[in-house]
């Protein structure tokens, strides 16, 4: 037989008291190729075993001292050798009872004496080779476990890496989405620093003898398109507002007819333009619901601004309340160009422009329908749209929950505008935008007041110091010192409680005016003010300063 490779060589321990007999075992077995080890007593052999491995122990049984059952039970009772196979070696006076114990010691075979050398060497090889196969098995589990183990290690060193690429997507996404939000609301700033002069222009237009026919044309074209580009950048906040979750309803009570009225004002340019019937309808009954004024006005104007948009010269729009159980029901229905069955559905999406797959081309950029869906969901409400057909008309119908509240008839009376111009004022303007102050500046002196101006807030600071006028309008973003700045430095002079603060920017969400309020404003408005709305704030101021007064007097 070939003698394995030394360092496969496993270790095959010989236990006999008598010399003689070990060297036959040696003998016999050398062909093994194996490592035998020879042990003449029990103590011995336990040593042998304490400093290596073996693969099979070859143990007489009759040994004087420790005896190869006594051995045996010691050898099984240590965990590291209880699984070594032993041969006991046994003399043919030994009785059946002595190999019965033998078995139950551990024993897995018997050798009588003599020894038939075939008989042994074929049992030992045996036994060997299953120590070889178990160790080569035991190698192998070995290696795949460490194979496992640099798998899983790799496998996890992977996965942060995808996870960690998946969060830095994630980061660049919510970066890109905040990019867009702010881009969004920059955007509408600085849209509305153009449109701020724009509007004071018209206003002066308005005030001034202007009888050419051409002015007053020129007049009613920038009126109507500053009008539309003022819509489509609130428009542009409310998706992005309420895209990020931070649109607020400011709810209040109110009545079908305020509603259907404040909507019909806001829509009256557009149906006139046309030349439309507009028919309402509305219940005598004073049912209310709780809502944002301004957004419910806003959705029904959507509304009616689409009739009048998609709908031939002269046509007539249907502006219906109702109440129906529990809910108030508003519609708009128009004879207009109609749907068709595969544009409904799609309708209320946000970008989408149905019309213009049959052959329109709508103005605008796709966003009122999604905006009116949104804002009556916030509003715990339905919209839904239904047409017979193309060129057939539509009909748009928005359920809201109705309160059980009465509006306040005080609430019916609210309804009217200014009451006339203010008494004239001392007024100073500041903005770092030349042409926001200067058209500012003028429509203020056209209507009758005192006006000075200054471009950046340090100059403002002097300026309100020196003169001490009634109302400060203030830009936010000036240079040297902003708004906040010098509202907060003001408040803080003893003369500085009186001063009537109105602060003007391009920003116009909750957080900047709550920030224009922590500054010391009274009022906060965003770019452009109309006329109506500066009338308003200096009627206001105007009140302020009479109540002060009379209280100092009193």
Same mark, same amino acid.
């Given at each position: 037989m070939n003698a394995p490779p030394f360092n496969e060589r496993v270790n095959i321990l010989l236990v006999d008291d008598q010399p003689s007999r070990l060297l036959s075992y040696e003998s016999v077995l050398a062909d093994l190729g194996q490592n035998l080890i020879s042990a003449r007593s029990g103590e011995e052999a336990l040593q042998r075993l304490l400093e290596d491995d073996f693969a099979v122990i070859l143990l007489d049984v009759s040994m004087p001292g420790m005896d190869g059952f006594e051995t045996a039970a010691m050898i099984h009772d240590h965990p590291r050798f209880e699984s070594i196979p032993i041969i006991f070696v046994t003399g043919v006076h030994d009785s059946e009872f002595d190999a019965l114990k033998?078995?139950?010691?551990?024993?897995?075979?018997?050798v009588s004496i003599p020894i038939v050398p075939e008989i042994l060497r074929s049992k030992v090889s045996v036994l060997v080779e299953l120590y070889m196969q178990r160790r080569e098995l035991q190698r192998l589990n070995k290696s795949l476990a460490e194979a496992n183990t640099t798998l899983q290690a790799e496998k996890a060193q992977e996965l942060e890496r995808v996870n960690r690429n998946l969060e830095q997507a994630n980061a660049a996404l919510r970066d890109a989405d905040r990019h867009k939000d702010e881009f969004i609301a920059i955007l509408a700033h600085e849209l509305r620093n153009p449109l701020a002069p724009i509007r004071a222009a018209v206003d002066v237009m308005s005030l001034m003898p202007l009888d050419h026919p051409q002015l007053r044309w020129a007049r009613e074209v920038i009126d109507r398109q500053t009008t539309h580009l003022s819509r489509l950048v609130d428009d542009l906040l409310d998706v992005s507002r309420i895209s990020r979750g931070t649109i607020k309803l400011n709810k209040e009570l109110l009545t079908l007819r305020t509603i259907l009225d404040r909507s019909v004002e806001a829509a009256q340019p557009i149906i006139s333009a046309h030349h439309h019937e507009l028919q309402i309808e509305c219940p005598a009954e004073l049912a209310t619901v709780e809502g944002d004024p301004t957004r419910l006005v806003q959705i029904l104007s959507n509304l009616l601004n689409n009739a009048a948009k998609y709908m031939q010269a002269s046509g007539t729009i249907l502006l219906r309340a109702s109440v129906d159980n529990e809910h108030a029901v508003f519609s708009v %229905?128009? *004879?207009?160009?109609?749907? =068709?069955?595969? /544009?409904?559905?799609?309708?209320?999406?946000?970008?989408?422009?149905?019309?213009?797959?049959?052959?329109?081309?709508?103005?605008?950029?796709?966003?009122?329908l999604a905006l009116v869906r949104q804002l009556v969901e916030l509003h715990g409400g339905t919209v839904?749209?239904?047409?017979?057909?193309?060129?057939?008309?539509?009909?748009?119908?928005?359920?809201?929950?109705?309160?059980?509240?009465?509006?306040?008839?005080?609430?019916?009376?609210?309804?009217?505008?200014?009451?006339?111009?203010?008494?004239p004022l001392r007024v100073l303007v500041a903005d770092d935008?030349?042409?926001?102050?200067?058209?500012?500046?003028?429509?203020?002196?056209?209507?009758?007041?005192?006006?000075? %101006?200054? *471009?950046?807030?340090?100059? =403002?600071?002097? /300026?309100?110091?020196?003169?001490?006028?009634?109302?400060?309008?203030?830009?936010i973003g000036m240079p040297i010192l902003d708004g906040y700045e010098v509202a907060r430095r003001i408040r803080g002079e003893p003369w500085g409680t009186q001063l009537f603060l109105v602060a003007v920017s391009g920003w116009g969400q909750s957080e900047d005016r709550q920030r224009a309020t922590d500054a010391g404003f009274d009022l906060h408005f965003r770019k452009p003010i109309g006329l109506p709305i500066l009338e308003g704030i200096l009627e206001k101021a105007q009140r302020l300063n009479a109540e002060t007064v009379v209280k100092s007097d009193t």
């Open positions: 033998g078995y139950r010691l551990g024993a897995v075979d018997y %229905k128009d *004879s207009g160009i109609g749907l =068709t069955s595969e /544009a409904l559905p799609k309708l209320f999406n946000l970008f989408s422009r149905v019309h213009e797959d049959e052959g329109h081309l709508p103005s605008g950029l796709g966003i009122g839904n749209a239904t047409s017979p057909g193309p060129n057939r008309g539509s009909e748009f119908t928005v359920r809201l929950p109705l309160s059980s509240s009465v509006a306040p008839v005080v609430a019916l009376d609210e309804i009217a505008s200014a009451t006339g111009r203010a008494q935008n030349a042409d926001a102050l200067e058209s500012l500046a003028l429509l203020l002196e056209v209507c009758g007041h005192e006006v000075r %101006k200054a *471009s950046d807030g340090q100059e =403002t600071l002097q /300026a309100v110091t020196a003169w001490r006028p009634d109302v400060a309008l203030l830009d």
